[in-house]
């Protein structure tokens, strides 16, 4: 039996993977790149860090002149098992969902909110055109 947290970790990682293929076959690139590997899924976001380098980390990019601030990507992770920063898995869930929500748009539609996460992305499959198994 699995723990609450790896199951969670698990269907987030199932929702990381349908939004990987479905991204790849309706060709668009999300705003928040998603890396699906099954329970251990995150989301990546690109942050600005001040001209200290205050934020995640100190040092000069090659190319970048002195004083520029300084693009870092980030992995938000997608499962919040002991360890995880709970804060840094809740942003990725938030832009996992605003991934949906950019397909969602696209189809001219709306979800009901990022609390809905399997319900929207039942939505952007049907509006691509995919079947959807409802249970039963």
């Known amino acids: 039996d699995m723990e609450p947290d790896q199951l969670v970790a698990v269907a987030f990682g199932y929702v990381a993977h349908v939004l990987v293929l479905l991204t790849r076959y309706l060709g668009i690139l999300p705003r928040y790149p998603?890396?699906?590997a099954a329970s251990r899924s995150?989301?990546?976001?690109?942050?600005v860090v001040n001209r200290r380098g205050e934020g995640f980390g100190v040092g000069r990019d090659a190319g970048r002149k002195r004083g520029?601030?300084?693009?870092v990507t980030v992995s938000l992770?997608?499962?919040a098992e002991a360890g995880v920063e709970p804060s840094h898995f809740a942003f990725a869930v938030v832009q996992l969902n605003k991934n949906?929500?950019?397909i969602l748009q696209m189809f001219g539609m709306s979800g009901l909110g990022p609390k809905h996460t399997l319900h929207?992305?039942?939505t952007v499959m049907d509006a691509?055109?995919?079947p959807v198994?409802?249970?039963g």
Do not use: F, K, W, Y
């Not at 995150?42 to 942050?47: A, L, Y």
């Not at 520029?68 to 693009?71: A, L, T």
């Open 34 to 36: 998603v890396r699906a």
């Open 100 to 102: 949906i929500e950019q």
């Open 120 to 122: 929207n992305l039942a």
């Open 68 to 71: 520029e601030p300084r693009r």
């Open 42 to 47: 995150s989301v990546c976001d690109t942050m």
């Open 77 to 79: 992770p997608l499962h």
């Open 133 to 135: 198994h409802q249970g």
């Open 128 to 130: 691509a055109g995919a």
